[in-house]
């Protein structure tokens, strides 16, 4: 079965950038569109982005658009999250999810989840 794995999780200052990825095993995305969510301490887990299949649609909530970018790299099979302009409120767990919806941009939606990468950011 398809597992998803993140990766590039860390601590960095505030302002800093980062950049998360995400890979199947065992298998690959095919025509799955794509999305992450974080979850930090107590809280429940929201929406971070979504991209479609093929790369051409994206969808970034207000938290984090203009800061963020999701993208994907079909070739080489992953997932990335691009993060600059860390803020210590974007604290959390980050976890990608796949489904075979068009987008995928609530918990309900997505049909895979990875185990999650931390990220923390001080200030």
């Known amino acids: 079965q398809v597992q998803l794995v993140e990766s590039g999780g860390g601590l960095v200052q505030a302002g800093d950038s980062l950049t998360l990825s995400c890979k199947p095993s065992?298998?690959?995305?095919?025509?799955?569109?794509m999305a992450w969510f974080r979850q930090a301490p107590g809280k429940e887990r929201e929406f971070v982005a979504a991209i479609s299949w093929s790369g051409d649609m994206t969808e970034y909530p207000d938290s984090v658009k203009g800061r963020f970018t999701i993208s994907r790299d079909n070739t080489k099979n992953t997932l990335y999250l691009q993060m600059n302009s860390l803020k210590p409120e974007d604290s959390a767990v980050y976890y990608c999810?796949?489904?075979?919806?068009?987008?995928?941009?609530?918990?309900?939606?997505?049909?895979?989840w990875g185990q999650g990468t931390q990220v923390t950011v001080s200030s």
């Open positions: 065992g298998r690959t995305f095919g025509r799955y569109s």
């Open positions: 999810a796949a489904s075979t919806l068009r987008m995928v941009v609530t918990i309900t939606q997505a049909d895979l």
